[in-house]
């Protein structure tokens, strides 16, 4: 009897500690993928990847169109050599043909194997430096938000964690201020706007060229022909 009411006493004294600390926290959450996506820098920034994605894509397809037509002039030339009646210095001089053209189309492959690969690794390093250059804005105004309110924890609420459950199960809605930290993320946005360079892509707007591309821009698309035409 005297340890059942042991047990309840130290029971009935655990439940009270929780309950007089929280009293003393300032608890904030935020909604980081809802401020991400709300944050003009970010659809502006994914807009400019995008139009850049499009002109690689494009210029892929003309670099894909020219292998194209030099594959079929490589198949025309393979069934010229089958012609018998064809003379035998027409028949060498097609052949060197042949062969100039499949080491043409050869190079044509690695140049756009390498076209992809590297305009590819560009636009994955832009969008990394795009969205680091972000979180630190977002990171910038939650810190001035927790020092001048005094916040002692602050939640992200948007992601799972790694059991696949939310991280904060429930929190009340006053705890909540996402929207004053998109609205002071978005306070200078006709400003910025006039500007005609994004600063988190400045560095990286312009292509770097391929070695043996002579000079053009960098892609990423579809695969390649065969190089030898067969």
């Known amino acids: 009897m005297k340890t059942a009411s042991l047990i309840l006493i130290t029971a009935l004294g655990l439940a009270t500690v929780p309950q007089a600390s929280a009293q003393q926290?300032?608890?904030?959450t935020v909604d980081m993928?809802?401020?991400?996506?709300?944050?003009?820098?970010?659809?502006?920034?994914?807009?400019?990847?995008?139009?850049?994605?499009?002109?690689?894509?494009?210029?892929?397809?003309?670099?894909?169109?020219?292998?194209?037509?030099?594959?079929?002039?490589?198949?025309?030339?393979?069934?010229?050599?089958?012609?018998?009646?064809?003379?035998?210095?027409?028949?060498?001089?097609?052949?060197?043909?042949?062969?100039?053209?499949?080491?043409?189309?050869?190079?044509?492959?690695?140049?756009?194997?390498?076209?992809?690969?590297?305009?590819?690794k560009q636009l994955q390093e832009q969008s990394m430096r795009m969205r680091a250059g972000i979180v630190d804005d977002i990171d910038k105004v939650v810190a001035d938000r927790v020092?001048?309110?005094?916040?002692?924890?602050?939640?992200?609420?948007?992601?799972?964690?790694?059991?696949?459950?939310?991280?904060?199960?429930f929190s009340m809605e006053s705890y909540d201020f996402t929207n004053e930290v998109v609205s002071i993320l978005n306070k200078n946005r006709n400003r910025d706007e006039s500007s005609t360079t994004h600063p988190a892509l400045s560095d990286a707007s312009t292509p770097k060229p391929v070695a043996g591309s002579g000079g053009r821009r960098e892609g990423s698309g579809r695969a390649s022909p065969s190089p030898t035409g067969r």
């Not at 926290?25 to 904030?28: D, F, R, S």
């Not at 001048?148 to 199960?169: Q, R, T």
């Open 25 to 28: 926290l300032k608890i904030g």
């Open 33 to 120: 993928k809802k401020v991400f996506d709300g944050y003009y820098k970010t659809k502006d920034a994914e807009s400019k990847i995008n139009e850049q994605r499009n002109a690689a894509k494009k210029e892929l397809e003309d670099r894909m169109d020219v292998a194209k037509k030099t594959l079929d002039e490589v198949k025309k030339l393979d069934d010229d050599l089958q012609n018998p009646a064809l003379s035998k210095e027409e028949k060498d001089r097609k052949a060197k043909l042949r062969s100039d053209k499949a080491t043409e189309l050869q190079n044509m492959d690695r140049e756009i194997r390498e076209f992809q690969a590297t305009r590819e």
């Open 147 to 169: 020092k001048a309110e005094s916040y002692n924890l602050v939640f992200d609420k948007s992601g799972p964690s790694l059991n696949g459950v939310p991280i904060v199960l």
